[in-house]
């Protein structure tokens, strides 16, 4: 007999006779989502009484992105921002959050900058942030001590320059650049 997992990603399960009409059936899904298990006896298919929901795996760093504004125009004594968005082994976009005290971003250049990580709840996370000196900067974003991406980072001056953040109500983390971790 065979059985097929139909879904987000359609996958034929790998089964092996144990004894007695036993059956062990394995398979290893690489997509989250809903999937709708078939099962083939002698040519006719059946669903089976269980659908099962595949989740994201943990956190990846390799597979982890940033992306935004704050990454590529950023002015001194501004808060900018971007975000990064936590994905799994298989690049499945993790649905929940509270693990912005594993990531972590250090700068390094003209000056130190200072910011938070803004946990959304949904796998995406708000790095927001300032420095108060014009220049050139590398940012390294990390998660679990694992280096996901480094930008080269150019700080435009400020002609007003008003040097103040303001705090969002949300979970955050504190950043701040004299420390390898925020």
């Given amino acids: 007999f065979r059985v097929k997992l139909t879904g987000a990603d359609d996958k034929a399960a790998e089964v092996r006779y144990v004894a007695d009409?036993?059956?062990?059936?394995?398979?290893?899904?690489?997509?989250?989502?809903?999937?709708?298990?078939?099962?083939?006896l002698a040519g006719a298919t059946r669903a089976a009484a269980a659908t099962p929901v595949v989740v994201p795996?943990?956190?990846?760093?390799?597979?982890?992105?940033?992306?935004?504004?704050?990454?590529?125009?950023?002015?001194?004594?501004?808060?900018?921002?971007?975000?990064?968005?936590?994905?799994?082994?298989?690049?499945?976009?993790?649905?929940?959050?509270?693990?912005?005290?594993?990531?972590?971003?250090?700068?390094s250049g003209a000056a130190s900058g200072v910011g938070t990580i803004l946990d959304n709840m949904d796998g995406t996370y708000m790095v927001d942030y300032s420095t108060d000196v014009s220049g050139s900067y590398i940012v390294s974003l990390k998660y679990d001590d694992t280096e996901f991406a480094?930008?080269?980072?150019?700080?435009?001056?400020?002609?007003?320059?008003?040097?103040?953040?303001?705090?969002?109500?949300?979970?955050?983390?504190?950043?701040?650049?004299?420390?390898?971790?925020?």
């Fill in 57 to 107: 795996t943990a956190i990846a760093a390799t597979r982890c992105t940033a992306a935004g504004a704050g990454l590529t125009n950023t002015v001194a004594g501004q808060s900018t921002s971007f975000t990064v968005t936590a994905r799994d082994t298989y690049s499945n976009l993790r649905i929940t959050g509270g693990n912005d005290n594993k990531f972590s971003m250090t700068f």
């Fill in 21 to 40: 009409g036993l059956h062990q059936v394995t398979y290893t899904p690489t997509v989250s989502g809903d999937y709708v298990v078939g099962v083939a």
């Fill in 150 to 182: 480094i930008v080269s980072l150019q700080v435009a001056p400020d002609r007003t320059f008003p040097a103040a953040t303001t705090a969002k109500d949300r979970k955050s983390t504190r950043l701040n650049s004299s420390h390898p971790r925020y």
